[in-house]
């Protein structure tokens, strides 16, 4: 077994977390099943086309989507493209991992778009796909709703807006530093920092 | 341009994975393998007759070009993830080849079926699993060959 990019002694309980497992085709769907059902799923709803999750959509909430990017009556995108306008609450904010197989030229801007917190590309190896949702359960990237897109905040890191730019977030800041409106600590300060000093408790 | 707006969600997934309970990450791990290889043969059992749907569609490709260029894309995509599933690299990447050739005429207007039917012909050289790993890179080599002499990039907007 490859190494664990976590540890193998935490614990995971997907016993009663409502998962919908997508794909159009009955060979992927199976292994996707088998595959949560090693992870301790008990509760699979099994789909293979975008119809049948929005029936699930509208009936139950569910905590974690795996959508692939080919379902039976119309593509993975356009389906979390939909979820993510959808306005049903909490589900269409719920995490969403999208597999990919091939990806044609016309999709690739439709992928990252669409509003999926993870994109994993075939084959989804248990050890991926687990650590995937290992990161959508710890997920604490804000959601954005703006006239373009609806979903997770795509920026993993807060790197401020690109150069000369002002940034469209009410937090964005600047990457310039101003100038120090105070003067600079002198190296006595600095080691009163450090020094060890009695507290009561 | 407008503003976009930015809000927290409540994470459920969280509180319900780390609820008491459930299974050591190592054991999940090490169940989920095994289920999944236990399907193996079952997959596997699958794979001569998509080889053989792959083979029909591009043989009969004259009548409706479209439509089969469509239904190839879709054949070698799920022929792709099955040959990727299956760790049959070899085979995974003739599948993805064809799929980026039947793409990109799809999307230049240009149509070589004879390099639709190289790739057909090598799938099904791979599907067997009786070459070397040095008879299947000699395949690969031939294939990648084709792509890059019939494969254009669509035109820019």
């Not at chain 1, 439709?110 to 050890?127: I, M």
Request: proline fraction near 5%; include cysteine; charge should be neutral.
């Amino acid at each position: 077994m490859a190494a664990l990019p976590f540890s193998g002694d935490e614990r995971i309980n997907l016993a009663s977390a409502e998962v919908v497992l997508a794909d159009g085709h009955a060979e992927g769907l199976e292994l996707l099943s088998e595959m949560f059902a090693g992870f301790g799923m008990m509760k699979p709803n099994r789909c293979s086309s975008a119809a049948e999750i929005r029936d699930i959509v509208a009936l139950r909430e569910v905590n974690l989507f795996v959508i692939d990017s080919a379902l039976s009556d119309t593509d993975g995108y356009e389906f979390i493209r939909w979820l993510r306008r959808s306005g049903v609450r909490p589900n269409s904010v719920a995490p969403v991992i999208l597999l990919t197989g091939h990806t044609r030229q016309s999709d690739i801007f439709k992928g990252r778009d669409c509003g999926a917190n993870f994109v994993v590309r075939k084959p989804a190896a248990p050890l991926v796909m687990l650590q995937r949702i290992m990161w959508v359960s710890r997920e604490t990237r804000q959601f954005v709703e703006s006239a373009g897109y609806v979903g997770p905040d795509r920026r993993f890191r807060m790197l401020g807006p690109p150069p000369g730019e002002k940034g469209r977030r009410a937090d964005d800041l600047s990457a310039q530093v101003g100038a120090a409106t105070t003067p600079n600590l002198d190296q006595d300060d600095i080691d009163a920092l450090f020094a060890p000093k009695k507290v009561s408790l | 341009m407008k503003s976009a707006r930015l809000f927290k969600v409540e994470n459920r997934l969280a509180e319900i994975v780390s609820r008491p309970g459930g299974r050591r990450i190592a054991d999940a791990l090490k169940a989920a393998e095994t289920r999944v290889e236990r399907k193996h043969g079952e997959l596997a059992a699958g794979l001569p007759a998509a080889v053989a749907r792959l083979k029909e569609l591009v043989d009969g490709a004259d009548a409706a070009p479209e439509a089969v260029l469509e239904a190839v894309y879709t054949e070698s995509n799920q022929l792709f993830a099955l040959a990727a599933a299956l760790g049959m690299r070899a085979l995974a990447e003739a599948a993805y080849s064809l799929c980026d050739l039947t793409d990109s005429f799809r999307e230049t207007g240009e149509v070589h079926w004879e390099a639709a039917h190289v790739h057909v012909n090598a799938i099904r050289l791979l599907a067997q699993g009786e070459d070397s790993p040095q008879a299947d890179a000699a395949i690969l080599l031939g294939l990648r060959q084709v792509g890059a002499r019939f494969q254009k990039a669509p035109a820019k907007a």
